[in-house]
């Protein structure tokens, strides 16, 4: 039978602390390497029903939520309402997002729910979305506002946490 003695022991604790850490340190870095798969489900469902009517909504959003993923700061900003570019300027914009876009990622969304606003002109749409951002992961939910403007869908409120610009900037507009 081996018999370990008191110095060998502490080696062993300390071969198992490392194994620890690095498996540990592996699963880290796995986690943060989360494959790119929106999830649309529902509003594709929604996209499907009535193409005429909300087919732009699907396109626009999904389009949004990739360049916000591919941190094209400036494409992002066109996808913003009228009134939030009232408020923000382009500069204020592209500066913000660049500092608060050095350390973050959107690694992944789904939308959990979509609720149609306007009783007759159907002009907004609330989103439920369940975010994943780097640092973290982090997983967040959030409800985000879209609106129909004659340029078509855009964003009053675009949901991730640490993005200082991307919650709404005015008072809900009164329907």
């Not at 993923?69 to 913003?80: D, G, L, M, S, V």
């Not at 975010?131 to 078509?152: C, D, L, M, Q, Y």
């Not at 009053?156 to 329907?175: D, I, M, Q, Y």
Request: net charge neutral; hydrophobic share 40%.
């Amino acid at each position: 039978m081996l018999q370990i003695n008191e110095r060998g022991e502490q080696h062993m604790k300390y071969i198992a602390t490392i194994i620890f850490f690095g498996l540990l340190l592996l699963q880290s870095s796995c986690s943060l390497q989360i494959k790119w798969s929106p999830e649309i489900d529902k509003l594709a469902d929604l996209a499907r029903s009535d193409t005429n009517k909300w087919g732009s909504l699907a396109s626009d959003v999904t389009t949004f939520y990739e360049l916000l993923h591919q941190k094209n700061w400036e494409a992002t900003y066109n996808f913003r309402t009228l009134a939030f570019k009232r408020e923000v300027k382009k500069n204020t914009y592209l500066e913000a997002m660049n500092k608060d876009g050095q350390d973050w990622s959107l690694v992944n969304y789904k939308i959990q729910a979509v609720n149609i606003f306007g009783i007759e002109s159907e002009n907004k749409v609330q989103l439920v979305l369940e975010i994943t951002e780097n640092p973290g992961p982090r997983h967040s939910f959030a409800v985000v506002w879209w609106k129909r403007e004659e340029s078509g869908w855009r964003c009053e409120e675009a949901g991730p946490t640490r993005l200082s610009l991307a919650h709404r900037v005015t008072a809900p507009e009164k329907e």
